[in-house]
Nanobody, 122 residues
Framework: QVQLVESGGGLVQPGESLRLSCSASGGILSNYAVGWYRQAPGKQRELVAAISSGGNTNYADSMKGRFTISRDNAKNTVYLRMNNLKPEDAAVYYC????????????????WGQGTLVTVSS
């Protein structure tokens, strides 16, 4: 079964950038759609960006133009490039994989990473 590991989180100042990685083992990630989610303390988990197995992408409205999701099939990895980070972007970011329709029903997803913490503060 596919296992996912996120990395790349950290502490940045407002306006800076980060690239998160979601690396897979035990399976071929390119066969699945992948979503990046985030959850801040006291808030609901939200879908940030999604990429289909064919490479089509979608973003939450507040991330359009700042975040870019991409995949490197040779590395079995999906990335989330985040530019111009804002304090409200601070959260634990998770990746998950499954069928495309499952990304909008995260409760249906079985394969999740452990999360990586992003802190945005001056």
């Amino acid at each position: 079964q596919v296992q996912l590991v996120e990395s790349g989180g950290g502490l940045v100042q407002p306006g800076e950038s980060l690239r998160l990685s979601c690396s897979a083992s035990g399976g071929i990630l390119s066969n699945y759609a992948v979503g990046w989610y985030r959850q801040a303390p006291g808030k609901q988990r939200e879908l940030v960006a999604a990429i289909s197995s064919g490479g089509n992408t979608n973003y939450a409205d507040s991330m359009k133009g700042r975040f870019t999701i991409s995949r490197d099939n040779a590395k079995n990895t999906v990335y989330l490039r985040m530019n111009n980070l804002k304090p409200e972007d601070a959260a634990v970011y998770y990746c998950a994989s499954g069928e495309l329709w499952q990304l909008v029903i995260p409760e249906s997803l079985e394969i999740w990473g452990q999360g990586t913490l992003v802190t945005v503060s001056s």
